[in-house]
């Protein structure tokens, strides 16, 4: 092969003070009232959560518990972060943190409040208005108020900007006509934040507007959709000439695209991804005893390894977010390298198991559900695709 | 390893050389070792013994790093090191830095003066070596020694349980020295010794397994570095190299290959963090174990996609990105290979029991916290 002098990383050709932006992944000290807190919450949990099997606890984010989440919300584990006024808890975001990672190592059934608390209680800080904050909030923190996010459509997946859902400004208000779809517990949850398409004629990206919208609104149906493990939390939501009022609006008329790409950090570094396959590592652990043979043995330890990382990585981003920053480019890679790690343990246990320990009990149970669940983990909130794109554009590729 | 909740050691190591300082000491080694590379650049051999940089890393004091003040050293601490061990992989630095660092360490903490010029370590004595600690002499064969040819003093632990001591030999006085090297031709020697002169004190309980941790720490600090150093060279490679009517980078398949080695690098530039972090602040068996097998798992995507996306040029010794693939190969299987640390870490795990696990991954980072404050 030729030498080509101009190839910018022949030998000698680099400039080698020039360095990629790197990631940023900064240590995080943990605030000195953790302790107290993880203490009361393992209290709560070993008298709330009644034995469960693994394979409930698995991916225990997708589980609806109404009472459980009331529960949470009694003792102040929701919306900790936001301000009293709006029943919140004034918590740092590190607290809140170490509340999650608890709730999910446990496998506590989180589903209920997990959107509210995770973003849309965020959305409505950010833009909502007084009155929607005080409608919506306490009840939010209190643990009996659930929504859902209403993004996802037929014709727009991965590739959000294109929903055709359309709001038409009437008298007093909008008409809602469209559909959304994977929409999660859609039934049971009271209020939904929709992203919708305001104005047709402008540009892809900025005709777009939030609502948010009362599940209970004449017009709105819903229908269940089964997955293939045969559970119905996903649905499609229909809206047929649906009246809101203009106070429904989330923040300004063609903000719907800033504020959903503004929510991406918060939704993708989280602890639930990284810990859906806990629970099978703790099943694991429990059948392989004191002195595992290999391969489990090494499998342990590699596993170990990884959860220490990513956990790491993922207090890094809670850090960072708490530091007032948003570090979107470090949520991708902790969803990304999470996701893989989460979907990698069932795989890799299956192929060290014995036969006997695959086919019955516990473990088995927890396996099965997970090697069949695990691809909707580099699905959900941002495919694995548009993440690896994310990160790409943050090293300058694009 | 074994670290349950209530026995992390909350006792700070060392304060280091404070945030700035430290900042400014990751400038200046890039500086120099950056300087250096360009220096040997066009250069077939990039593993012998660069003497001009020795005498400037000497200069500025920096294999005392880790060497208390009091002792005429810097003061440094293990974060303080992550900057050195993260240059020197990112410039393949034909030097045993790293080695010196924790043999000038070591030296000081068992009250050993220090030799002048620069230090290995020894982690393989071979069977049968005897240490004569009254006479001070030494028979025996130290296996796989980093630059043992070329080192002034080699600094081990001699002898097991009560009996181990941390020894200093001079490869000056080997009776042989069998030089070799590992796959990315960075010298390993083989030192057999026949009544040499020994320098040893007392070295405390699990002193072998102590210095290895920390060498296979300082090690995972390198590997982030070249880790690095081969994934700016593939991106600079992905920008410039024109094929089909554009640069290779803008096609997804490259662009989502270069993704993965990107978060693969910061996850690895984040458990040696975090390892180097809790290396300063007590026991950090379990998380030097976790960043080097994490470092280790990091290498296979990242050493084979640079390849993959320079193409037939990166094979070559007219393109330098094989100083930092050969070497990641090398260190891979160096200082504690997948199997080590994964069947070290699940056994240790393993032992605790399930209920266990979580408690202790958040006591760590919890008693950290803990420490700060007080």
Known sequence: MPRRPGDPSTLGSVSYSARVAQFRFDSVELPSSVPTLRAELRAFLAAELPATPA????????VFDAEFSRKLGARGWIGMVWPKRYGGHERSALERYVVLEELLAAGAPVAAHWI??????????????????????????????????????????????SVRTRATQVAGGWRINGQKIWTTHARDCQLMIALVRTR???????????????????????????????????????????FVPDSALLGPEGAGWKQVTSELSLERSGPERYLSSFALFVELLRVAGPDPAEPLRSLIGRASAQFWTLRQMSLSVAGQLAAGRDPMIE???????????????????????????????????????????????????????????????GMGLR | ???????????????????????????????????????????????????????????????????????????????????????????????????????????????????????????EVEAASQLDPERGLFTGALANVPWGAEAAGVVAVLGTGANARIALLSPAHAAEC????????????????????????????????????????????QIAGALAAALERSIAHALGRVQFGKPIGQFQAVQQLLARMGSEVAAVDCAAAAAFRAADRGDASFEIASAKLRANLAIDLC?????????????????????????????????????????????????????????????????????RES
């Not at chain 1, 394979?55 to 997708?62: D, F, T």
Request: negative net charge; aromatic residues 6%; charged residues 25%.
């Open chain 1, 331 to 393: 949520a991708a890679v902790v969803k990304d390298l999470g996701n893989e790690f989460e979907q990698e343990l069932p795989r890799l246990v299956q192929a060290a198991l014995d036969d006997a320990l695959a086919r019955e009990g516990e473990l088995a149970r927890v396996l099965a559900h997970l090697l069949q669940v695990a691809p909707s983990f580099s699905l959900r909130g941002g495919t694995r695709e548009i993440l690896r794109g994310i990160i790409a554009r």
């Open chain 1, 200 to 242: 047709p004629e402008a540009e892809k990206h900025a005709g777009l507007s939030q609502f948010l919208l009362e599940m209970n609104t004449p017009g709105i149906r819903v229908r269940p959709i089964t997955d293939l493990v045969g559970d119905r939390h996903f649905t499609e939501v229909f809206f047929d000439d649906v």
């Open chain 1, 55 to 62: 394979h409930k606890r698995a991916n225990c984010w997708a």
């Open chain 2, 1 to 123: 390893m074994s670290t349950s909740a209530s026995d992390v050691r909350a006792e700070p190591r060392a304060s280091g050389v404070g945030q700035e300082e430290r900042a400014l000491l990751a400038e200046t080694v890039s500086r120099l070792f950056g300087d250096a590379f360009v220096r040997a650049a066009g250069q077939q051999e990039r593993a012998t013994f660069d003497a001009e940089l020795w005498a400037q890393v000497e200069e500025l004091g920096l294999a005392a790093l880790l060497v208390p003040e009091a002792e005429g050293g810097a003061g440094g601490c293990f974060e303080d090191a992550l900057a050195i061990a993260q240059e020197l992989g990112r410039f393949a630095v034909a030097l045993p830095l790293a080695e010196s660092l924790l043999a000038a360490q070591t030296l000081a903490e068992a009250g050993i003066a220090r030799p002048a010029g620069a230090l290995t370590l020894a982690l």
């Open chain 2, 178 to 221: 069998v030089s070799g090297a590992n796959l990315a031709e960075e010298p390993r020697a083989r030192l057999r010794f026949e009544r040499a002169r020994a320098e040893s004190a007392p070295a405390g309980a699990g002193a072998a397994l102590r210095l290895f941790e920390r060498a296979s720490l300082l090690r995972t600090g």
């Open chain 1, 116 to 161: 509210a608390d995770r973003q849309s209680g965020m959305a409505l800080l950010r833009y909502g208005s007084e009155e929607q904050r005080t409608r919506w909030l306490p009840a939010m923190a209190a643990g009996t108020a659930y929504t859902c996010i209403g993004m996802s459509e037929p014709g727009a997946g991965s590739d959000l900007a």
């Open chain 2, 303 to 371: 050493a084979a996609g640079a390849h993959q996306i320079h193409g037939a040029i990166g094979f070559t010794r007219e393109q330098d990105l094989r100083l930092f693939t050969q070497r990641l190969l090398a260190w891979r299987g160096e200082l504690g290979n997948d199997r080590f640390w994964a069947a070290r870490l699940g056994g240790e795990v393993a032992a605790r029991g399930a209920a266990a696990f979580w408690l202790d991954l958040t006591a760590r980072a919890d008693a950290q916290s803990g420490l």
